[in-house]
Nanobody, 120 residues
Framework: QVQLVESGGGLVQPGGSLRLSCAAS????????MSWVRQAPGKELEWVSR????????TYADSVKGRFTISRDNAKNTLFLQMSSLKPEDTGVYYC?????????????RGQGTQVTVSS
């Protein structure tokens, strides 16, 4: 059974940083593309970033490019999202998701999320 548990969210001032983690279990983490998605209050789920199974290829939404860095530790079955220069519009619940392939837009296999609030 796929289990994904996000952590590391919180309240941060604009311009601040946070590092999110996602602990994975119940599947062979190291062979899957993984992604971060987020959902702001009253808005639809938004893709943020994805990383290939080896951690050698990444891509980002334009809204976070240059500020966020996705990474993974396959030995520890953990996915990360380093967020810096945070803006109020980054506020939302952040989820990690297991993808079937690089081009998948199906985020049904995701965790319970961690809340990120950017506010002064």
């Amino acid at each position: 059974q796929v289990q994904l548990v996000e952590s590391g969210g919180g309240l941060v001032q604009p311009g601040g940083s946070l590092r999110l983690s996602c602990a994975a279990s119940g599947f062979t983490f190291g062979v899957y593309v993984m992604s971060w998605v987020r959902q702001a209050p009253g808005k639809e789920l938004e893709w943020v970033s994805r990383i290939n199974s080896w951690g050698t290829s990444t891509t980002y939404a334009d809204s976070v490019k240059g500020r966020f860095t996705i990474s993974r530790d396959n030995a520890k079955n953990t996915l990360f999202l380093q967020m810096s220069s945070l803006k109020p519009e980054d506020t939302g619940v952040y989820y990690c998701a297991k993808l079937s392939d690089w081009y998948s837009l199906d985020y049904k296999h995701r965790g319970q999320g961690t809340q990120v609030t950017v506010s002064s």
